[in-house]
C-alpha cells in the first residue's frame, strides 16, 4: 500500500508540480523557498487524508496547501520583522536614554559649576530660591535683604546660568540633548 501510495505521489508530483511552482513563485519570487514549500506539501500527500485516487480532489488540496503555507510563510516572516524591528526600537532607545542620561548629567556640572562661582550671597539667594523654593520674600525676611535685592541677585543668578548653558549648547546636540537644554532653561525661568 505505501509503495502505492509513494508512486500515486510522485505521478501528482510530475503532473502538478510546475503549475504550483508557478502560482508560488507569483508570490514569493525566492526559489529557494517555493522549492522547499512545495517539497513540504508534497510530502504531506503521503500522511494526509486526501484521496489519491481523485485527481481533481488531489490538485485541490494541493493549492489550498499551498496557499495555507504562503500564508504561513508570510505571517513568520511578519513576525521575525516585528521582532527584529522590536529589538532595533529597544536597542535605539536604550541608547537615547544613555545619551539623555549622560547629558543631564553634563548640563547639571555645567549648572553647578556656574553656581560654584557666583559670589556667595548670590549663590546663597540663588539656592534658596530653587533648591529649597523660598519665594522672594522668604528670603528677603531670612537674610534680612529688600525684596528688589533678592529679585536683582535672582536675575542676575538665571543670567549666568542661562550664559552657561547656551555656550554649552553651542555644542553640536542632538534634538534629545536641545530638547533637555531648553527643559533646563525653563525651570530657570520660573519665578517663586
Known amino acids: 500500500m505505501q509503495t ?14 510546475k503549475e504550483l511552482y508557478i502560482v508560488a513563485f507569483r ?13 513540504d506539501i508534497f510530502l504531506s ?12 480532489s488531489v ?5 489550498l496547501r499551498l496557499k495555507s503555507r504562503i500564508i504561513n510563510f508570510y505571517r513568520k516572516q511578519l ?12 536597542s535605539e532607545l536604550a541608547d537615547q536614554d544613555s545619551e539623555t ?4 548629567r553634563e548640563l547639571e556640572v555645567v ?3 556656574e553656581i560654584t562661582r557666583m559670589p556667595e550671597k548670590m549663590k546663597e539667594i540663588f539656592l534658596l530660591s530653587r533648591n529649597e523654593r523660598k519665594t522672594t ?39 534629545a540633548a536641545v530638547h533637555i537644554v531648553v527643559t533646563i532653561g525653563a525651570l530657570l525661568l520660573i519665578k517663586y
Open 4 to 17: 502505492e501510495k509513494r508512486r500515486l505521489v510522485e505521478l501528482f508530483y510530475d503532473k502538478f508540480w
Open 27 to 39: 508570490r514569493l519570487r525566492s526559489e529557494e523557498d517555493v522549492e522547499d514549500i512545495l517539497q
Open 45 to 56: 500527500l503521503l500522511t494526509g487524508d486526501v484521496d489519491l485516487q481523485n485527481e481533481n
Open 59 to 63: 490538485r485541490a488540496f494541493l493549492h
Open 79 to 90: 513576525v521575525h520583522l516585528t521582532f527584529e524591528q522590536d529589538a532595533a526600537l529597544k
Open 101 to 104: 542620561r549622560l547629558m543631564t
Open 111 to 113: 549648572v553647578m559649576d
Open 137 to 175: 520674600e522668604q528670603i528677603a525676611v531670612q537674610l534680612n535683604l529688600s525684596n528688589q535685592t533678592v529679585r536683582n541677585q535672582i536675575s542676575t543668578a538665571i543670567k549666568r546660568v542661562r550664559v552657561a548653558v547656551n555656550n554649552y549648547s553651542q555644542q553640536d546636540l542632538t534634538p
